[in-house]
């Protein structure tokens, strides 16, 4: 692979080719599950712990000291075995990604029903050049296999054979462990060669069975980033595909990723360069994309995405996302709510129906429902020290340009005017401005929006619209700031 990364933890439709591995055999429901482990044994022991939590089941980590071939890999396996051990042990390898779990399940009920000593897993590829050829006895009707034959040593004839093994096996485990000890590494390599167990059944009368594989991706190994490249196309082809049948539509199958673990509902949309990756879950008539990446995200029911980069984030039903918004983990949007173009959510909270139009960044906030926050508006959370948080009541108005300096409150209905420089909170139905120091109006809401949501919450809230009067000039104090003229244009940007 030419990398620092071990080969078989390469990555494909969200999972390592370990984990494709295991999850197939998992599927199996084995008794025992051992990984057997040689180069950079430490990281992929780490990641078999990590796959083995995701299974919710125990897997063991075997190594092999000094991986002199496949006969001693497997040595290295049963020896993390009970020495007892009956029944049938399957035999795969980590850079597989492909093969299922329904392939592997039929492959260990051939081998019971034939009562063989060892089935190998076999394919017709279309081109069977570099695999050792499947040699059976054309003379018995059942067709036991004989012997596999490498390229190298096939004669004309037995390379006209297309039938190749694919390195996957079931064995009788009492067979298993006293042919193991009996292999010898009698070659260039001076490696202990699995495949020799097949003569050695042969000579010892015992049945060698083979079942044939018809979908030859399903047993294709990686050796190099082509490889993967190849196969990766594959899955992802065979993974749209399937939720093509169950009701999603792919506009453009050629330009759009889903992993394994990605779930969607049922007349889910997605739009060309729509990337879902890890546990994805997008409901029902969802549209996502175009030109959309989403990693770990929740996206409810009838909700858009649109040009969106997100990551761990929560979008509630028939809410709206984009374009050209960014979503980091720990954003939470409610139903019928709006994050715009241009807005960064991190770490926050936005109730039902609220908006979060334009150019905006939301940090560690908790915004109420039906709000509505203007454009280029800034949540300052973080002091050079620690980040604190902002809490935005319900049916508020915020103006263009206000900078929330946390830890602020907003109260219920209550205005920020345009260009506001919020240091201190703003209780519910007020109007906050600041040129220079920050004035707060009580009662304003109520006073200059009345009947509105907003002036309706905050007297729900306790405020009145009192007017206050001037001692000095009789004139109400909001006569004297000029609000009728200046303070009432809330300034936000729509």
């Known amino acids: 692979m030419r990398s620092a990364t ?4 390469h990555r494909l439709g969200g999972r390592s080719m370990l984990g494709h591995a295991l999850h197939a055999v998992a599927g199996v429901l084995p008794e025992h599950l051992v990984v057997v482990v040689g180069h950079e044994r430490e990281r992929v022991a780490e ?15 075997a190594v092999q000291e000094n991986r002199l071939g496949t006969g001693d890999a497997v040595r290295a396996g049963l020896a993390a075995l009970p020495p007892d051990l009956g029944g049938t042990v399957l035999v795969t390898y980590g ?16 081998h019971e029903r034939a009562g063989a000593a060892v089935t190998l897993l076999t394919c017709d590829p279309d081109d069977p050049t570099g695999y050792g050829r499947i040699v059976r006895d054309e003379a018995d009707p059942a067709r036991p296999v004989t012997a596999i034959v490498e390229h190298a040593d096939a004669t004309a004839e037995q390379r006209a054979i297309t039938e ?5 096996y079931a064995f009788d485990a009492e067979f298993l462990r006293a042919g193991i000890g009996g292999l010898a590494a009698h070659n260039s390599q001076q490696e202990l060669y699995l495949t020799d167990l097949v003569g050695a059944a042969v000579e010892a009368g015992r049945t060698v069975h083979a079942v044939r594989c018809a979908d030859e991706w399903l047993l294709r190994g990686v050796n190099d980033r082509v490889q993967l490249a190849e196969l990766r196309a594959e899955l992802n082809r065979r993974v749209l595909r399937r939720w093509m049948v169950d009701g999603v539509t792919v506009v453009d199958p050629a330009t759009t990723w889903v992993d394994v673990q990605v779930r969607l509902g049922t007349d889910v949309v997605l739009h060309p360069g729509t990337q879902l990756h890890d546990a994805c879950t997008i409901g029902d008539g969802a549209e996502i994309g175009p030109d959309s990446t989403l990693a770990g995200c929740v996206v409810g029911p009838g909700a858009t995405v649109v040009r969106t980069h997100g990551s761990e984030a929560e979008i509630g039903a028939d809410a709206s996302v984009g374009p050209f918004a960014y979503l980091r983990p720990g954003a939470r949007l409610g139903t019928r709510g709006k994050i ?23 940090g560690d906030a908790s915004i ?8 280029s508006s800034v949540f300052v959370n973080y ?3 620690r980040k604190q948080r902002t809490t935005i009541g319900s049916h508020v108005r915020t103006g263009s340009d206000t900078m929330f300096i946390a830890p602020v409150t907003v109260g219920d209905g209550a205005y920020t005017g345009a260009g506001t420089v919020l240091r201190s909170d703003v209780p519910p139905g007020a109007l906050a401005v600041s040129g220079g120091t920050q004035r707060t109006i009580e009662g304003w809401v109520p006073r200059k929006r009345p009947g509105t949501p907003a002036a309706e919450a905050a007297e729900r809230a306790g405020v009145h619209p009192v007017t206050q009067q001037d001692d000095s000039t009789g004139r109400n104090s909001d006569a004297r700031n000029s609000d009728n003229r200046d303070l009432s244009r809330g300034g936000t940007a729509r």
């Open 95 to 110: 850079d597989v990604p492909l093969l299922d779990t329904a392939t592997l399940t039929a492959l260990v009920g051939e």
């Open 368 to 375: 109420g429902e039906m709000s509505n926050i203007g454009a």
């Open 383 to 385: 002091d050079g020290v």
């Open 164 to 168: 190749v093994n694919s390195g996957v």
């Open 340 to 362: 715009g173009t241009f807005v960064e959510v991190k770490n926050s909270d936005i109730g039902a129906g609220s908006k979060v139009p334009h150019l905006t960044y939301v």
């Open 6 to 9: 071990p080969k078989v933890l």
């Open 47 to 61: 990641a078999v712990t990590g796959i083995a939590g995701e299974l919710g089941r125990t897997v063991t980590a």
